[in-house]
């Protein structure tokens, strides 16, 4: 065969990169947010025979486009793929790309707000592609099998060719899981502007989560003339079919299966949004480790390289437009969420993994106007408008894949506007006994809906506890940060959606710990939720899931082994370096700080005189510590729990001599306490703080005179005092006076010299 040698050239640009590794986490508020150009220049010989693509695999999230100095194109939406004929702007020689980016607030674009992190750039690679002057438009083969069982497959194959298509045959070749040709078709390529190719096949081998066999069909253009190839498109596809049921869940391929997986968000500390496939692949490689055989590739489309691996390593997944919190109620901002819509399953309807398209998630989270006003509910009738549009646009493009939308905790205002009757899959996001109420709730919760909403399958599309590796307890609590809470959440939700027949299955959120700017907490700018950290170390909560999930009884064995290793005394007191001991006040947690190879205690209360631990007040409760960020450390949860008005602190100690350093940090201020976007109804309620002034004493020499944390240092930042004393009467004694306010102290390190 005469294939023309050029084809299927790509010509990498521009690598992946965003301009907010540094500021998305740093300690100033925000992030950099608005325009910035790339620039970049290539050379090529151009050549009359062919067409030249310029493609962008993810921009966020808007993109003008210049080629030598012309404008070539516009795109709003940061993840989904877009492309430009540039065949009439390219030249022989050198060549100059510019393309103008802006991460900035745009009110017509989804998403407006968001628990991530909107990372600005080229994230995703930028390529040329050159192909013959007629060719396969991107994503323009859709492959669909409206007929699939045991017995027998119904493939249709429908492409979209750019180009004068008059002399064009079109040929698709269907090569089975080992690599043999099953099927060979050729029509006109006008014939095919009618109806798609359809080929049948018996007894076809179904693609499932143990089994993801493959199927790949490669379409190729024939310029009858001459018999060149001019553009060739492989497609791997899976053959499988499946139906969600109100009442008993999940049917693959006639078979029974609870999904169960996890959401994965797509960065990483150090490169932010723009991962290398070797961190898609590992990721996704990770979860089908763990045991899951579901994803939900969330809130957005995800690079190919995730959906390729979904597939060929049979996980499940939903994907889904960003339109989260909340909506604009324009035009535009309508047109851009069915643009993102159709891009989304333009570009992912081949892959066999996808059975779910999400339209929204949480868009009552944020209204923008008081609860039952008139603006309101003229708010939720577009919403709801827009929910029914979106759900329409996906049936129209896609008759075969079931639609979802994931809700906030807000079953009363969600029903108000009308929202559950609209999707075929109702998705819940349930945070029971994080952000709100208890565990024991979740149950009735989920029964509820099922109960007004019998018609609708349900799925668990988010559930889960923020936690810190370096946080540990033998008495965890809600909002602790620390591993054991985490666990004992997923120990007490896991069994809910295993056993109960009518929940279709869950998804935890998240896989990983990711950016999310706005955010305090145990380590300020990202969500903890992840069951692996944002570098990919895996959580106890990982190998719970492995225990539970995993079929081979040697693997599972080894993840129990993992978890009964995973240290909850990490090492006894003597074990920090030279005998050094650390004690954080006001709190049950220990803090491990593997940098300083230090593990810090709770201090026993009976050494306290006086006062109580620091808590912070909120409308659903106490919560243990402060999910401020920390100013001036890395060991935030050092400084996040205190204890509150103590006169005197006995620590008993052998005789002999040491360095004490008390850490400090103002956890209060005068005035709104500030608001923190995710905590959800545990903001701090308004208390009164008297500022503090205090005198420290050490083994009766003072330390520190008149210290006022807030105007001497500010609140919320780290501070230390240090001395080296003598203790002859086994006890080190930390004396405070109060001259203002109630005293504080949050951490104590005694040091043997
Ligand atoms: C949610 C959101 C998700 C957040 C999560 C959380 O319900 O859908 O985007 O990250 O809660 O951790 O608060």
């Known amino acids: 065969m005469n294939i023309l040698l050029s084809i299927l050239t790509i010509l990498p640009l521009i690598a992946p990169h965003t301009w907010n590794i540094d500021d998305a986490a740093d300690e100033h508020p925000g992030y950099f947010r608005g325009e910035q150009t790339y620039t970049h220049t290539f050379r090529i010989e151009k050549d009359a025979q062919h067409a030249y693509v310029l493609c962008f695999d993810g921009v966020n999230q808007e993109a003008w486009v210049k080629l030598n100095n012309r404008e070539v194109g516009y795109h709003a939406g940061g993840y989904t793929r877009f492309s430009f004929d540039v065949t009439d702007y390219v030249q022989s020689g050198e060549n100059t790309l510019a393309v103008l980016v802006s991460n900035a607030y745009n009110a017509d674009i989804a998403p407006l707000s968001a628990d991530f992190t909107f990372f600005g750039g080229i994230y995703r690679p930028a390529y040329l592609r050159v192909t013959g002057k007629t060719y396969i438009a991107e994503d323009g083969v859709c492959v669909r099998s409206p007929m699939v069982n045991h017995k027998k497959a119904i493939i249709e194959v429908e492409t979209e060719i750019v180009n004068d298509t008059k002399s064009i ?148 997944c939903s994907v889904e437009i960003p339109l989260v919190n909340a909506i604009t109620e324009t035009e535009a901002f309508r047109r851009n969420c069915l643009l993102q819509l159709e891009e989304m399953i333009k570009q992912n309807r081949n892959h066999p993994s996808v059975i779910l398209w999400g339209c929204m998630n949480e868009v009552l989270l944020r209204p923008p106007y008081p609860k039952s006003s008139d603006k309101d509910s003229v708010y939720l009738t577009c919403v709801h408008n827009l929910a029914v549009a979106l759900h329409r646009r996906c049936k ?19 029903r108000l506007a009308g929202l559950y009757d609209i999707p075929d899959v109702i998705g819940l996001n349930l945070y029971h006994g994080w952000y709100s109420g208890t565990i024991g709730t979740v149950s009735k919760c989920i029964n509820k809906c099922h109960h007004d909403y019998p018609q609708k399958p349900i799925f668990i599309t988010e559930y889960g506890a923020d936690c810190d590796t370096r946080l540990r307890s033998d008495k965890p609590t809600r909002f602790d940060y620390t591993e054991d809470y985490a666990l004992y959440f997923h120990q007490c939700y896991w069994p809910v959606i295993r056993d109960s027949d009518f929940i279709a299955g869950g998804a935890l959120w998240n896989f990983n710990d ?167 109804g545990n903001d701090a309620v308004k208390e009164e703080f008297t500022e503090r002034e205090m005198t420290i004493y050490v083994n009766d020499r003072m330390l520190v005179q008149d210290l006022n944390l807030t105007s001497q240092y500010g609140a919320f930042t780290a501070h230390e005092e240090a001395m080296n004393i003598d203790v002859s009467d086994g006890t080190l004694h930390i004396r405070l006076e109060a001259s203002k306010g109630e005293s504080l102290l949050n951490a104590v390190q005694i040091i043997p010299l």
């Open 396 to 414: 129209e493009l896609d008759q075969e894949r079931y639609t979802m939308i994931a809700y906030n905790d807000n079953y009363s205002y969600n």
């Open 514 to 680: 990711f950016h999310s700017e706005q955010r305090g907490g145990a380590v300020p700018h990202y969500n903890l939720k992840g069951i692996v950290t944002t570098h990919r170390v895996p959580k106890l909560v990982y190998y719970y899931y492995q225990t539970e999930l995993l079929t081979d009884s040697v693997k599972r064995h080894t993840a129990r082994l993992a978890m009964e290793k995973y240290p909850l005394h990490v090492s006894t007191l003597t074990s920090n370096t030279q005998g050094t001991r650390c004690y954080l006040l006001g709190t049950n947690r220990i803090f491990i700080d593997p940098r300083n190879e230090l593990s810090w205690y709770p201090m026993d209360s009976t050494c306290m005189d006086g006062g109580h631990p620091y808590y912070v007040k909120t409308r659903f409760g106490r919560l243990p510590a402060s999910d401020h960020d920390i100013l001036g450390t890395n060991n935030d949860p050092i400084y996040q729990t205190a204890w509150i008005g103590a006169k005197h602190i006995r620590i008993p100690l052998p005789d002999g001599r040491y360095r004490v350093v008390l850490h400090w940090a103002e956890l209060q201020q005068a005035g709104e306490p500030v608001k923190s976007v995710y905590n959800l």
């Open 169 to 316: 045959i079109v040929e698709h070749t269907l090569f089975n899981p080992d690599g043999k040709e099953v099927k060979r078709i050729r029509v006109q390529a006008e014939c095919l502007k009618k109806k798609p190719c359809r080929l049948a096949i018996k007894e076809p081998q179904l693609w499932s989560p143990d089994s993801p066999q493959r199927y790949t069909i490669v379409t190729r253009l024939i310029d009858r003339k001459n018999g060149q190839v001019c553009d060739e498109n492989r497609t791997p596809i899976g053959l499988r079919y499946y139906r969600f049921d109100p009442n008993t869940g999940f049917y693959l391929n006639g078979q029974h299966l609870k999904l169960v997986g996890t959401g994965r968000h797509q960065c990483e500390q150090g490169y932010g949004n723009a991962l290398t496939d070797a961190q898609h692949r590992r990721d996704i490689q990770m979860i089908k480790d763990m045991g899951a055989n579901f994803v939900r590739i969330s809130h957005y489309p995800q690079s190919r390289m995730v959906m390729d691996m979904c597939d060929s390593l049979g996980l499940l």
